[in-house]
């Protein structure tokens, strides 16, 4: 390794050590993923149905008990995990006899009916299969997506293990090879080309990588851009990963997969704005609707790369490449200002605190206002030599 590359990668190379020393200290308080057998799942299964019976056999209209997946009443947060719900959380009564959720009673039995037999055969099937199935009854994909979290939540169930896959919008590429559960090999090297984030992130096995860190990009067309420009290879070996904007749980489960194998630092880069930096928070700490899967999908280890509030004055990026903040924005921001993880982020609680002041945000092409290649030849180099990410 020459003397350029090693100064490149000193900072980093710190970060990880330093990361690692926390994993070390973490060790024996970190939550273990408890795996459930098919067999626990079935019986979860049987027994809220049995409880349907009960009722029935009581001539009482069946009532399930959802846990409250939209309040941050329910929501604990732990630096170690991010925010998780909590066990002693509200619920939603989803009623038989009641006109306003007769339909999601219906809904709910026919997916755990559907949940049941895979389970049962050992077999897999999409969200969207289960949705054209009786395209009359969901009457959208979303319900069906918000169904099978639901079930998840009551069942205390990691979703991965009820046997139904969501197809990935995301896209990953760089120094990274894995097997698939059915024995395909991956090749993320392609420099020309991304490969779509697996749809059974639990089957991957015997990754290969010698990646010093993983990015996390929030733009497709920002991914694609670094694709263009080589960035893979001219920075190499790294990985970079797309959710194309707001994450589906496969993207952030692939992050957190490479976390637990690899224990290399993971960078975010996201616009400089309140939206941008929601995303962020979701890869590192979670969020309230996903709270119950918090152990398998939040990297609190996360860094904040770019582009950071106070680079827009450090760069002198030009006014006219800078956007007010909205009525929205601001209100956005005043959000995450609040959210219970930002007390243990104090650099990025002053980030957002000189947005908050300053009343403009700005993308990350904004940096093309400075000089057409600056973020891939400038930007992103020099931030990863000297360390700029908080």
Same mark, same amino acid.
């Given at each position: ?5 090693? &100064?490149?990668?000193? &900072? ?63 929501? +604990?947060?732990? +630096? ?65 997506? +918000? ?171 030009? &006014? ?42 700005? &993308? ?27």
């Amino acid at each position: 390794m020459g003397n350029s590359t090693r &100064e490149l990668y000193s &900072e980093i190379d710190k970060l990880r050590a330093q990361l690692l020393h926390n994993v070390e200290l973490m060790s024996d308080r970190q939550w273990m993923i408890e795996e459930i057998s098919d067999r626990e799942i079935l019986t979860r299964i049987e027994n809220v149905i049995l409880g349907i019976v009960t009722s029935l056999s009581k001539d009482e209209a069946p009532v399930l008990a959802l846990p409250n997946r939209s309040s941050w009443a329910n929501i +604990s947060f732990d +630096s170690a995990v991010g925010l998780q719900m909590s066990s002693g959380s509200s619920v939603t009564t989803i009623r038989s006899d009641c006109s306003s959720s007769i339909t999601k009673f219906a809904q709910i039995l026919k997916i755990l009916a559907a949940i049941y037999r895979l389970v049962q055969s050992n077999s897999y099937s999409t969200k969207r299969d289960i949705y054209y199935n009786n395209p009359q009854l969901f009457v959208s994909q979303r319900t069906v997506d +918000s169904i099978v979290d639901d079930i998840s939540c009551m069942l205390k169930v990691p979703r991965r293990s009820l046997h139904v896959l969501a197809s990935s919008k995301g896209l990953i590429s760089g120094d990274l090879s894995y097997l698939e559960e059915d024995g395909t090999r991956v090749d993320c090297r392609s420099s020309s080309a991304a490969v779509a984030v697996s749809s059974n992130i639990g089957g991957i096995k015997n990754i290969v990588s010698s990646a010093k860190f993983v990015m996390i990009v929030e733009k497709d067309a920002t991914f694609q851009r670094l694709l263009d420009n080589d960035f893979c290879t001219k920075l190499a070996p790294c990985i970079i990963i797309t959710g194309k904007g707001m994450p589906d749980v496969n993207s952030r489960l692939m992050v957190r997969k490479l976390w637990d194998t690899l224990h290399i630092p993971i960078f975010a880069l996201v616009d400089a704005d309140p939206h941008g930096m929601e995303i962020m928070c979701v890869y590192k700490y979670g969020s309230v609707a996903m709270s119950f899967e918090a152990h398998s999908l939040t990297v609190p280890s996360v860094m904040w790369l770019g582009l950071l509030p106070s680079d827009l004055q450090r760069l002198r990026v030009p &006014e006219d490449a800078l956007i007010p903040l909205t009525k929205r924005d601001q209100s956005k921001l005043n959000s995450l200002l609040e959210r219970p993880y930002l007390s243990s982020q104090s650099d990025w609680q002053k980030e957002m605190e000189l947005m908050q002041q300053s009343k403009v945000k700005a &993308e990350i092409q904004s940096l093309d206002a400075i000089a057409p290649d600056f973020l891939t030849s400038i930007y992103l180099p020099n931030k990863l030599r000297y360390g700029g990410w908080v």
